[in-house]
């Protein structure tokens, strides 16, 4: 019976004989190497000629026989008569119970096959006047060294679309180590730091690596990775700007397999082809804040960027998003011009400054749009990657997303990647958006994901970024459990929280002695939720100059999106001091400028402040001077904000009649979103009496949504 044979290839040789070391003759340089080539010749044969030419070729015909048969004599007496057996011209090394690492190789998971490599092919190990092996043994090293190269670049890969800059820096420097000129390599760690905000280490990098290029092979880095150089120099690539403060963002944490999802669907669309990449989760949760991430890491990979955040007034202006985008990045692009005339033309239509030298050439049908619109991004792609975004979907116009969906089916191998967040409730989706989430892995590629809460784990990691006071690990586990508990993973509410944290002692001390020793979390807690998170945004409302702070509050009664005009209204400050003031509250992040107008940053916030910070005579007097502001305002977006603040202070019939008038005109006009939100409004006040008139709006509503769906798909 044979006993178990261990052939170590990777690293110092080694044999290994049913687990003990074998007799010495079985080391023997030849003997060794005769073994491992048998190993890894096909079917672990090789003819007597063949072997003889391969490890004796200095000796004479008759000399080099004898010692082929001298080494198959000692190992077979050492390893059993089986282990190598001949027949007619050839010899076999016998598999029964023999382990290979080169050989199980093959078939190894990757991680397995990074930890099988720990060293060179037969590393050390010279067999003397044997060119023959040598060439062979060099060929298997070049292989051996480029798959492992090809593997901890995956690695890295793989760990920069989790976030894991420090397991990028790790596999990408092993990789430098095998090849000293590797340029991937060197790209993975300029990403790396730079998407940590080490720019500076990104370009002492490539500093390093292009002087040694220069140096040793006279040679000039690339010009993708030069390019790369430039945009971090430059820092074109960020999208994000930074807070007052001058803080960093907080780095993402938890829901890893999620974010390497998304960055690898985004990786793939750049070099492969369109994706389409849905993310969605309810206010909070961080997606805008991932949809930032995504641009951040395409416009550092070269990618031109075109970003739209629609408001709620925006959803029944056909084309408005399309707008948006084609004036925010697309219309800067320098490839675009390679478009046909006539394709610039129809977008010209639909948005005069997109190509202003340019005959426009209105549209016949939503098929020429996505036509015209397909035809540029193929000429854009020419020369750079594009990756479109649209913020908050759920908001965007039905034609606009028809379009974009219409138009990337066009286009099989462009790298295009398209990134849409929206609400987690397929109630207030769009049919257009449902279509396109339908179509994912069958008319489109891409990937679909929900963001959920963050764990105490990951709440832990942002406790090391943002509250570098709480440094003992029980008192940052409280902590951490505390938040969880209080903010049910909400990444908006627990950054809010911690950023507060900062300069509130006193709220620090409330959050730390909870839950007390050996109590349970159902323990009763000296803060409840909502004073908590009064407490973080009253700090930050506490900073404000008292005119800002007023501007904010009334805002926060009105809605979402800011009306300067109306607000100046409501709280007798002129208008052009209040955009100054909503530019102050850009600052500090409580607002953001999206498309010309503001809106609130953190609509979770404003709903704080709206409930929670503001009195209710505060609340109520604000609420009585807007409506008399808008008592003579036409427009229909803010007819229905006037019926949705009717109700809110209690006059029911006037709120029904305004909500159900809106809502009739606004099917009239086609105006679907309009319609959907004055009905809710009206079905909120609403009693038995007018069910029968809800209904019949609501079919017609129902009607006229289906009928655009299916005209959608026509297209």
Not at 44 to 62: A, F, N, S, V, Y
Not at 157 to 165: I, V
Not at 594 to 601: G, I, P, T, Y
Request: a negative charge; glycine letters at 4%; proline letters at 5%.
């Amino acid at each position: 019976m044979l006993q178990p044979l261990e052939l170590v290839c990777f690293g110092p040789p080694t044999v290994r004989l049913a687990g003990q070391a074998p007799p010495t003759d079985v080391l023997w340089r030849k003997n060794q190497a005769l073994l491992v080539y048998l190993a890894l010749s096909p079917d672990q044969t090789r003819t007597r000629e063949h072997l003889i030419g391969m490890l004796w070729p200095e000796k004479d015909q008759t000399r080099a026989r004898r010692s082929f048969n001298e080494a198959v004599r000692r190992l077979r007496m050492s390893l059993g008569d089986e282990r190598l057996t001949s027949r007619s011209a050839s010899v076999t090394l016998n598999p029964s119970d023999l382990h290979v690492d080169a050989v199980a190789f093959e078939t190894a998971a990757p991680q397995e096959k990074l930890a099988m490599l720990r060293g060179d092919f037969l590393e050390g190990h010279v067999v003397d006047d044997a060119p023959e092996f040598e060439r062979w043994v060099s060929s298997q090293r070049v292989r051996f060294r480029g798959l492992r190269i090809d593997m901890l670049i995956e690695v890295a890969e793989s760990a920069l679309e989790r976030s894991d800059f420090r397991a990028v820096t790790d596999a990408a420097r092993s990789a430098l180590d095998i090849e000293p000129y590797s340029e991937r390599a060197v790209r993975l760690l300029m990403q790396s730091a730079a998407l940590a905000g080490d720019g500076a280490h990104a370009l002492k990098t490539f500093n390093e690596f292009k002087a040694q290029v220069e140096l040793e092979l006279g040679e000039s880095a690339s010009r993708e990775l030069t390019d790369l150089h430039d945009r971090i120099r430059t820092e074109r690539w960020r999208r994000l700007a930074p807070r007052s403060n001058g803080a960093a963002d907080p780095p993402l944490v938890g829901r890893e397999d999620l974010h390497g999802t998304v960055f690898g669907e985004c990786r793939q669309g750049l070099s492969s082809g369109p994706r389409v990449v849905v993310i969605t989760g309810d206010q909070g949760l961080g997606r805008t804040r991932l949809l930032e991430e995504c641009l951040d890491r395409l416009a550092l990979d070269g990618a031109v960027t075109a970003r739209a955040s629609p408001l709620e007034n925006d959803h029944d202006t056909p084309w408005s998003t399309l707008r948006l985008l084609l004036r925010q990045g697309l219309d800067k692009a320098p490839g675009v011009r390679g478009a046909a005339p006539e394709m610039l033309g129809v977008l010209t239509a639909i948005e005069p400054t997109f190509a202003a030298n340019c005959t426009p050439v209105p549209p016949q049908d939503a098929s020429q749009v996505a036509a015209a619109l397909a035809a540029c991004l193929a000429a854009i792609a020419e020369e750079q990657p594009v990756a479109l975004a649209v913020d908050d979907a759920d908001l965007a116009d039905g034609p606009t997303i028809a379009t974009l969906r219409s138009a990337l089916q066009q286009l099989p191998i462009t790298p295009v990647v398209l990134l849409l967040t929206s609400n987690a409730s397929e109630r207030d989706v769009s049919q257009e958006l449902l279509a396109v989430r339908a179509e994912l892995g069958r008319r489109l590629l891409g990937v679909s994901v929900q963001l959920t809460p963050l764990r105490v784990e990951d709440i832990e990691v942002l406790i090391d970024d943002l509250a570098p006071w709480c440094t003992d690990s029980e008192q940052k586990n409280r902590l951490a459990r505390r938040l969880f508990f209080e903010t049910d993973g909400l990444p908006l509410y627990v950054v809010t929280l911690l950023r507060a944290l900062q300069d509130a002692s006193q709220l620090r001390d409330d959050l730390l002695v909870w839950p007390v020793a050996r109590a349970t979390m159902s323990t009763p807690y000296p803060i409840v939720v909502p004073d908590v998170l009064c407490s973080a945004v009253m700090i930050k409302i506490g900073q404000l100059a008292t005119p800002t702070a007023e501007v904010l509050k009334t805002a926060s009664v009105l809605g979402h999106v800011v009306d300067p005009g109306l607000v100046a209204e409501t709280t007798d400050i002129p208008e052009l001091e209040v955009k100054k003031h909503l530019i102050d509250l850009e600052r500090v992040r409580f607002l953001a400028h999206h498309n010309s107008r503001f809106a609130f940053a953190a609509p979770l916030v404003a709903h704080v402040i709206r409930k929670q910070i503001l009195g209710k005579g505060e609340r109520r007097d604000i609420l009585d001077r807007a409506l008399e502001a808008l008592e003579t305002r036409p427009d229909s977006a803010l007819r229905v904000t006037r019926a949705r603040l009717l109700a809110e202070v209690g006059r029911k019939d006037e709120a029904l009649e305004l909500a159900t008038q809106v809502a009739k005109e606004a099917l009239d006009e086609g105006c679907a979103r309009t319609a959907r939100r004055s009905l809710r409004i009206a079905a909120r006040v609403s009693d038995t009496t007018q069910l029968a008139l809800l209904r019949e709006l609501e079919l017609r509503l129902a009607a006229q949504e289906r009928s655009r769906t299916e005209a959608s798909d026509q297209q």
